[in-house]
């Protein structure tokens, strides 16, 4: 099955503790995105990934770090979490880049609590 | 700043009614559009985008896109109870060598048996 795959899909952690949260999709697909959605803030992509190895950041990037050293893996790590990073995180990917690259298939979401 | 609005809804409708999501976007050149269906606590799935002015049809659902008024909506035929999520309007922009998509915060529509 065509899939985006995200763990933990939930994760309670403390502030300071590093954490990775992992992506996987199985499409083959060159774009890989990191978004988080907030109440009353909607959708707000963190970095994205056009192609192995080339990174950039998104609207949202500050206290996120990512790598991109295998096409089908896109992890999203937090060095020192805080409770401001608390969030439902979601990974989503696409095959095409520039203008589909909107077409995105999404995960099934990470909700992480720091506190 | 470019924005996406939505109506956050509720929107409720009966059983059997036409739906219809409306959102309006400020950067003129847009260039896609995209709504997405997201259910309670899960991830958003596309349900249809459209690129050129009109209207595009998929089963029960049509997007319809005006560039000159900057609104495009999205009509539900037949609604059903299954239909009760959060409908996501997205539309994309050029930013350098990427197009990025900016998001509205979603209507909320409830279909009642």
């Known amino acids: 099955e065509a899939q985006v795959t995200q763990n933990p899909r939930y994760l309670i952690t403390v502030t300071g503790k590093k954490l990775t949260v992992t992506c996987s999709q199985n499409m083959n697909h060159e774009y890989m995105s990191w978004y988080r959605q907030d109440p009353g803030l909607g959708l707000r992509q963190i970095y994205y990934?056009?192609?192995?190895?080339?990174?950039d950041k998104g609207d949202v990037p500050e206290g996120y770090k990512v790598s991109r050293k295998e096409k089908r893996n896109f992890p999203l790590i937090l060095e020192s979490p805080s409770p401001n990073q608390t969030s439902l995180y979601f990974c989503?990917?696409?095959?095409?880049?520039?203008?589909?690259?909107?077409?995105?298939?999404f995960g099934a979401g990470s909700r992480l609590t720091v506190l | 700043q470019k924005e996406v609005e939505q109506n956050s809804g509720p929107l409720s409708v009966p059983e059997g009614a036409i739906a219809s999501l409306n959102c309006t976007y400020s950067?003129?050149?847009?260039?896609?559009f995209f709504w997405y269906r997201q259910y309670s606590g899960k991830s958003p799935e596309l349900i249809m985008f459209?690129?050129s002015n009109g209207d595009k049809e998929d089963g029960r659902f049509t997007a319809q896109l005006n560039k000159a008024s900057q609104y495009v909506s999205l009509l539900i035929r037949d609604s059903q109870p299954s239909d009760s999520a959060t409908y996501l309007c997205a539309v994309s922009y050029y930013a350098g060598n990427n197009r990025k998509l900016i998001w509205g915060l979603g209507t909320s529509l409830a279909v009642n048996p």
């Open positions: 950067d003129r050149g847009s260039q896609s």
């Open positions: 989503a990917s696409s095959l095409f880049r520039g203008s589909g690259a909107n077409v995105l298939t």
């Open positions: 990934s056009m192609n192995v190895e080339v990174t």
């Open positions: 459209i690129y």
